[in-house]
């Protein structure tokens, strides 16, 4: 409805459509894509990104606003494989977790590479009205350019500046391809490191030694460390193993 509205409609009851409508400031609706359990992500002309419920007890209620880029938005898309959200606006990508909110990558598209800071790339607007959220923090960047040679080491391309069109995952979640108005297509690795679990977060020691380690492999070392704690007993004490496990379990035969 002229980029500035959406309305939901019920496919049963097609005369009683919803509208849901937005604060001004947003600017226009440049995209919005359904996710989870009846919420729908939207982008504005203006930079923001809102989260928006469909569910009857909260309809048309932010429950998460935020600006992503300071000038303008040009595209938004949603990836339920690997739980982020691509944006691209003001010559940069930002890819965002949605988990946590964390930035894990930004891209530049200038003739001079710009080294993103926790206060630039994060946006300099606060959360909107409703149950609205920070931006996104920052992170090093976790995207690995697969386009050759037209791209420099840091990730930013070479050139005069350019303006990012339009973006769009591959279904696994792992490639985000760019496209930009002179015709160019990028395409970007998303590293592995930047959307693991937070359960094998190696800043945790312990989790850095149970990573490698698969469950089944783990079972089975934990076996074999219990039979030769009972050999070894068995040879110290000179007695059978089934008498250790006896002594150990408390069994008495004959009870």
């Known amino acids: 409805m002229g980029g500035k509205t959406i309305l939901l409609y019920d496919l049963n009851e097609r005369e009683n459509a919803l509208e849901l409508a937005f ?3 947003y600017g226009s609706i ?3 894509q359904w996710f989870g359990n009846g919420y729908i992500i939207a982008g504005f002309s203006s930079g923001y990104v809102v989260i928006i419920s469909t569910h009857l007890n909260e309809i048309g209620q932010e429950q ?3 600006k992503f880029h300071e000038h303008s938005l040009r595209e938004i898309v949603y990836n339920e494989a690997n739980g982020t959200v691509a944006t691209c606006g003001d010559n940069c990508i930002k ?3 949605m988990r946590d909110w964390k930035e894990i990558a930004v891209e530049y598209l200038d003739s001079e590479p710009t080294i993103p800071t926790s206060s630039s790339s994060s946006g300099s607007a606060a959360a909107a009205s409703g149950n609205g959220g920070s931006p996104p923090t920052s992170s090093f960047s976790m995207l690995a350019d697969l386009s050759g040679p037209g791209s420099s080491g840091s990730g930013s391309m070479l050139g005069p500046s350019l303006c990012f069109e339009d973006l769009q995952w591959t279904p696994d979640g792992r490639i985000l391809s760019v496209s930009s108005h002179n015709g160019c297509l990028h395409n970007f690795m998303i590293l592995s490191s930047a959307l693991r679990s937070s359960l094998f977060d190696l800043d945790s020691p312990f989790a850095a030694v149970l990573k490698p380690i698969a469950p089944w492999t783990m079972l089975f070392t934990m076996g074999f460390m219990v039979i030769a704690v009972l050999l070894v007993i068995s040879v110290q004490f000179h007695v059978s193993c089934l008498d250790v496990i006896r002594a150990m379990t408390g069994f008495v035969e004959g009870l």
């Open 64 to 66: 998460y606003c935020a």
């Open 23 to 25: 604060q001004a400031r």
């Open 95 to 97: 890819v965002v977790r």
């Open 30 to 32: 440049v995209s919005y």
